[in-house]
């Protein structure tokens, strides 16, 4: 009795202090609270990651150094670290991942905000393939993995720049195309601006567009289109 009256007490979050932790996320969403690592301390990030994991069997950290890396190790020895993402996860889980995400990326520059898309939608319980340097100025690139793209249930399109990758790959597929417009460019692409507005207007259909640099909501929005392609066929948890 005592027990269940401490864990209601923590519902529908546990305040910290520093955080008000949502621990009904997952019952909600499917997925607990991903915590932004931008503007934490290492202690911080330490606290909130042990409330998170204390009700959950994975953790999602995005932007966020090895500093906060080193802290979160301190209470999960399991963790780890994706430099080029910049993002922590700790999985627990023994179901094995479901195929069908693609992962693209229009220039090696690209590709930290490709790869933390990818991090994401593989502790989604999706399996990302990753398709990197493929941009239109060398299109040939792109067309050489012509069956993989068709192959794919949900595809991520980071591109910087003009921003035309996303239009050309959802011209190529049936998929649908989760577009990211980086940052990346030249002074004319205003931080991202650029390719931001080139997504928002491809003609080709099938295309949505998340925010500048936002991978993770593209492989978030991958892995629940995925989820939901192969649902009838995945066994109960």
């Known amino acids: 009795m ?10 529908p979050y546990e305040d ?7 621990h009904h996320r997952a ?5 607990p609270e991903v915590v932004l690592g931008l503007g934490k301390g290492p ?24 500093a906060g890396y080193a802290a979160i190790r301190e209470i999960a ?9 910049r993002a922590i996860t700790v999985d627990r889980r023994s179901r094995p991942p479901i195929p ?12 930290p905000v490709a790869e933390e898309a990818a991090v994401t939608a593989e502790l989604m319980g999706s399996k990302a393939k990753r398709l990197y ?3 239109v100025a060398g299109l040939h690139r792109l067309l050489d993995h012509l069956p993989q793209l068709q192959e794919a249930q949900a595809i991520v399109v980071a591109a910087g720049m003009e921003g035309a990758l996303p239009g050309v790959v959802a011209g190529l597929t049936a998929a649908p195309v989760i577009a990211v ?9 205003f931080g991202g601006l650029a390719p931001l507005l080139t997504m928002l207007n491809a003609c080709a259909p099938g295309v949505a567009v998340v925010n500048i640099d936002n991978g993770f909501g593209a492989g978030y929005l991958a892995a629940l289109i995925n989820f939901m392609a192969h649902q009838s066929a995945l066994p109960p948890e």
């Open 181 to 189: 417009p980086t940052s990346v460019g030249y002074g004319a692409s």
């Open 43 to 66: 202690s911080e990030l330490r606290a909130i990651a042990n409330a998170l994991l204390a009700e959950a069997d994975k953790l999602l950290v995005t932007r966020v150094d090895e």
């Open 100 to 111: 069908g995400v693609l992962v693209v990326s229009g220039g090696t520059a690209d590709a």
């Open 16 to 22: 910290l202090g520093l955080a008000k932790v949502d």
């Open 77 to 85: 020895p399991d963790a780890h670290y994706h430099p080029l993402a």
């Open 2 to 11: 005592d027990e269940a009256l401490a864990r209601l007490r923590r519902l």
């Open 27 to 31: 019952l909600r969403k499917g997925f």
């Open 133 to 135: 340097d493929v941009g």
